[in-house]
């Protein structure tokens, strides 16, 4: 499932913005179909301008109602008359996503005790101070084991000691959800820390669901801003 909403604060109508060619939006479905991994590609939308986009480019879309405050709702919207298990839910605005990444999400449902695991998300690790102070790279912090103990747009943890040795992660937002944990997600109402945060993960972490945290690398520009998409245009054409 990609969301895809064509407003953004920073960046409106950047689903439809040439990529390439094409819409961005239809690169990041067309790369997600190309992984040969997943049963159906679907994109979700509540624009109509999206829906024709994508659906003249060959791709299924569900319309969703407008009111959802995250991805995650609309895709749970989205998937109520559909027979599925596992959701992965890839954003419209991440059209190099590769193969590699997603069975990397994937994959603890498949370790010993994996049927007990509802949700499963990535990190990546950051290294740059600009990095890691910028707020629009939500900063992920781990338990031994690899669940989620928060999440946050402050730099976290706080480097009290300089040199104890912390490491900063960036939370990468691909999800893979079993359907009846995004089942639930979509009834909880949206509480304190999600709302100050405008971070979805911290739903379930406040409603005291585990959240499984990947490692990954290596991944290229979302597009956020013109300049993202400037960017991704040069790493196309290198491609």
């Known amino acids: 499932m990609i969301p895809a909403r064509y407003a953004s604060s920073r960046f409106p109508g950047k689903m439809l913005a040439p990529l390439g060619g094409k ?61 599925c298990d596992i959701v992965v839910n890839i954003q419209g605005d991440e059209p190099f996503t590769r193969r590699d990444v997603i069975t990397g999400v994937l994959a603890p449902f498949k370790e010993k005790g ?57 939370h990468i937002g691909i999800y893979a959800f079993r359907r009846q944990a995004l089942e639930m997600f979509a009834r909880w109402p949206m509480r304190e820390l999600e709302a100050s945060e405008k971070i979805e993960c911290l739903r379930f972490l406040e409603y005291g669901r585990r959240i499984r945290v990947v490692e990954t690398s290596g991944m290229r520009v979302s597009i956020d801003t013109p300049e993202d998409l400037a960017m991704a245009e040069k790493l196309l054409r290198q491609q």
């Not at 067309?30 to 829906?51: H, L, N, S």
């Not at 007990?116 to 912090?141: A, H, Y």
């Open 114 to 170: 994996g049927e007990n695991i509802d949700l499963c998300t990535l990190k990546e690790l950051m290294t740059s101070p600009e990095e890691i102070s910028n707020p629009n790279n939500v900063k992920v912090i781990t338990d031994a084991d690899g669940y989620a103990l928060y999440f946050s747009r402050q730099p976290l943890p706080y480097p009290r000691d300089p040199h104890a040795g912390a490491r900063y992660w960036r």
């Open 23 to 83: 819409p961005v939006i239809v690169r990041t479905c067309e790369a997600a179909a190309g992984m040969g991994i997943f049963d159906e590609v679907y994109a979700v939308t509540d624009d109509t301008r999206i829906m024709e986009a994508v659906t003249s480019a060959g791709i299924p879309c569900i319309m969703s109602r407008r009111s959802h405050e995250t991805g995650s709702d609309r895709i749970a919207e989205a998937v109520e008359n559909l027979d």
